[in-house]
């Protein structure tokens, strides 16, 4: 199968590819950044442009020549905040469509694209419930908004032209090369695996972790799904407060320096924490990697690149 990833450059996009093409499929990746270091490995085993997807001649043309059977949008702004919305709609909004409407034209059916757990908004709007796919969509950061409006936008195309267009929408995605996004998880690996100290507001925070590389399972197994059975999946992920996750790198790590400003406190601020995924773990059977061994293998991964002594 031929598939074309747009915004594949970043965190999860390289992973993948990487799966993949390892599974024998064809890909080739259109990013505003294809110099990234994250596609050395791949260079030589995908076809690689730049493009950007804000502008639709770009995407025509880079899905005209790759002529692809999937189409996996992950170009998105993440982490950008709010003070600046114009760059974000664009790319958010006008580059979703322009995906949604190049496929189109070209007859392409089957889209898939990353939406976010941040469309149900925090978690205190949902009581102690683990929402499910129809639950209401609360959130209302610029970031929600605009994975909410390209839920809508996808149903849109799925209902006037009879398209697979496939919503996933991933949990706070967690890894050794995070840089953007939901950052308390990450730091609180990353930075005890280079023997480096961290501290946050509170131990009792939520949040909601699944290792990048099992996420990446998820947009591989669902991109090449040929009539997935709905529009939308939730990720699910590990229900862990700062406080447990801090505790669980100490049992690797005993000396981690992991501080809280406040030893109570913090869950009811958290973002969303309990996510049901049935709906995705039983029509795809996927099955998590134990979140301890992720865990283990995010420091061991930080502690072999920097040289340091690895961990049990
Ligand atoms: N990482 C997470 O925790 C997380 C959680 C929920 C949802 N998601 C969603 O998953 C998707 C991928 O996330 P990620 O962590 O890999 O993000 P990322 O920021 O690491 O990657 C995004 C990629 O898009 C590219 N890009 C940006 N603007 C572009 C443009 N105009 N044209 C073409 N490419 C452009 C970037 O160069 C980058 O390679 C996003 O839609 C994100 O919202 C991620």
Known sequence: MRV??????????????????????????MDIAPDSPLLDDLRERISLSRGDVTLMDDVMETMAGSRPDRVLNLAYALGAGEADPHPQVRLNILGMDNCFEAARILGIRRVIYASSLAVFGGQSLHGAHAVVEDDSRLGT???AVSKIYNEYQA?????????????????NITG????????????????????EPVRFPYRDTMTLPLHVDDIAEVFVRVTLAEEPRHAIYNSGGESI???????????FLPTAEITFDHE???RDASGLYLMDN???????????????Q??????????RSRGLPLVG
């Open 155 to 171: 149903d849109w195309y799925n209902r006037a032209f009879d398209m697979r267009i496939t919503g996933v929408r991933p949990a």
């Open 4 to 29: 074309l990833v747009l915004g594949g450059s970043g965190f999860i996009g390289p992973r993948v590819m990487r799966r993949l093409v390892e599974r024998g499929h064809e890909v080739h990746c």
């Open 278 to 292: 049935s709906r995705l773990v039983e029509e795809f059977e996927i099955q998590y990697a134990p979140f301890r």
């Open 176 to 195: 050794p090369d995070k840089i953007r996004g939901s950052m308390n998880h990450v730091l609180c690996q990353v930075l005890p695996a280079r023997d």
């Open 294 to 303: 992720r865990v283990g293998e995010t420091i061991n991964e930080i502690r």
């Open 241 to 251: 407060s700062v406080g447990a996750l801090a505790d669980l790198v100490r049992e």
């Open 264 to 266: 109570a406190g913090g």
């Open 141 to 143: 950061s610029l970031y």
